[in-house]
Structures are given as C-alpha cells and as structure tokens.
C-alpha cells in the first residue's frame, strides 16, 4: 500500500535567472498567490469524484471504483489553523451509501469531544478514506506547488524552460529537480509528524531500498496573475537511469473568488514486481483521479454532509 500526506507549510525566496522576468520575481510573485490559496481555500465545497483504476501486468484495466463525495477542507475546533480535507462519501459506483447511523451533526459533534488536535483530525481522515481499499491518499488539495517553499529551495535546482500557451493563457514553465536528501521529503518515515513535509510510504523492491529517493517535475504559473495552473510532480528512484515510482498531475480551474481552485488531480503508481528480471521496465499499477466541480463558499460546516445537499443543487 502506498499512503501519501502533505502538510502545511508557505514562504520561500527565489534564485535569480534572466528569461525577460527572471526566476526569482516569479517565484515570489507565485508565492503570495500560492498563500492566498491556502488562506482562501478553507472556506470552499465541491463535489469529488474519486475513480481508482488498477491494471494487470499487459497494461490491461484490471478494475474500477468511482468514489462520489462532498469534498470540504476542515478546520479544527480546537485549533483553526490545523485543518483537514474531509470527505462526506455520498456514492460508490454510482448507488448511494446506505449508511445512516448517525447525522452530522452527531459525527461533528463526536469528534469535537476528542480533546486533542491530533485524534480530531485521525477521525476525520478515517472518515474520509474508509471506502479507500487499494490506497490512502491524504492532502493533495490543501496546498499548491510546496517544492517552491523557501525550506525546500536549497535540496532543489529550478530552471525556467520559457513561455507556452496553456487553456488559452500565457504561463511561465519553470522545471525543478531534488539534488540531494531533504528532511522535508520523507520516504517510508516512521515519524510523520514534521508539519513542514512532504510524506510518501511507498513500497520499493529490496534492490531499491538503499536508492535516494528524490522528487522532480514542472509548474506551469500564468504570466499575468502568477497563479499555479498545472503541476506535474515525479517520484523516482535515482539509478544511472532514474525509475519512475510515482507521476502526479495538478490541473486548477477559475474560481469567482480570485484565484484558481484543483479541477483534477490525477496519481499513478508504477509496478516493481519485475524488477530484478528487467531493472528498466516500470508498469502502470495503480491510477486514481480526483475530479471537482465548480467550488462554493458555504458558512455553514456540516451541511455538506448530507446526499442532497451539494452545490450543484442548492
């Protein structure tokens, strides 16, 4: 099983490259839109639709599950600043949950009496992921291109590609590679707790173990607005040929609050299993979409936990 956490953390200070705007105004100038994101983002619904794919060894759709849900970043009531997604499931390949044995109120209710920060949030993420059999994935959402944190920027080198047209705008594409061991990119740590992190538990062939294994990838961040478009994110073993673990795709919609919102989040994780036999061969295991309607702004907490309220139909 492969678990993956992201937590928060923001700020970070650019490195200087000439490209008509250089690197390091980009990047400062995408930072205080990557905060308004955060900031923003607490207050937002949407409906999620979950698709987990998995494939036998010819590449062959091996079976599907569609997880439908109200999607809401929460926010402690003990601690605001700690927040969470949550997931209310509504429907697994398309009939409704059956389960009514508690309302909403009742479940924030519950989890309010925790009494600390730490149980509160573990059972929102048990709540969220108790139909999630093949994979936990948790935090995707909450934040926005975090290798550009000013905490990450000394394990990383950053080179600007130029300009390209994407979804009809004009975007800087800037490409980043992880030089050497972070303490802010933790592979199979026991100890998750570092708030400033990226997680990933992974499961690695025993020839693999002893590989750095090292993040990379590109932002696509919009020339005018300096908003984050797309994200493409690798996980990847480092060999004389590095071996490609894990692809993440980032993809962000207009929102009417001023900045943009995730339209889809797409994860897929490579199979080892013939590893030893042919070091170079890496096939799609696993592949899980996340894809969001338009995000509403609601003030009232636990209403988006019932089936008939979301906001396509408010």
Do not use: C
């Amino acid at each position: 099983m492969f678990k993956f956490a992201v937590f928060s953390f923001i700020f970070f200070f650019g490195a200087s490259f000439s490209f008509g705007q250089d690197l390091e105004a980009i990047l400062k100038n995408a930072d205080a839109q990557t905060v308004v994101y955060t900031e923003g983002f607490k207050d937002l619904i949407s409906k999620e639709t979950k698709t987990f794919e998995t494939y036998k060894q010819n590449g062959e759709l091996n079976k599907r599950q569609i997880i439908e849900s109200n999607f809401l970043v929460y926010q402690s009531a003990l601690d605001t600043s700690a927040v969470s997604e949550f997931r209310n499931v509504t429907r697994i390949d398309g009939k409704p949950i059956s389960e009514k044995s508690r309302t909403p109120d009742e479940f924030f209710s519950q989890i309010q009496k925790t009494g600390s920060v730490e149980k509160e949030l573990e059972r929102i993420r048990r709540e969220s992921l108790r139909y999630d059999k093949t994979l936990e994935i948790q935090g995707l959402t909450l934040l926005q291109s975090p290798v550009t944190a000013k905490h990450f920027r000394p394990f990383f080198e950053y080179q600007l590609l130029g300009k390209e047209a994407f979804a009809g705008r004009e975007v800087y594409v800037i490409s980043y590679t992880q030089t050497k061991k972070s303490p802010y990119v933790l592979i199979n740590e026991k100890d998750k707790t570092n708030e400033l992190s990226l997680s990933f538990d992974i499961n690695l062939p025993g020839s693999l173990k002893k590989s750095d294994v090292f993040l990379s990838g590109k932002l696509w961040i919009d020339a005018n607005t300096f908003q984050l478009r797309r994200e493409e994110r690798n996980l990847s073993a480092q060999r004389e040929n590095p071996i490609l673990l894990m692809k993440t795709d980032f993809e962000y919609q207009p929102s009417e609050y001023g900045f943009l919102v995730p339209k889809q989040i797409t994860l897929v994780q490579f199979n080892m299993k013939n590893y030893k036999k042919n070091p170079s061969a890496t096939v799609k295991d696993l592949q899980v979409s996340f894809d969001y309607s338009a995000f509403t702004k609601t003030n009232v907490e636990v209403e988006v936990l019932d089936e008939e309220e979301t906001p396509q139909n408010k």
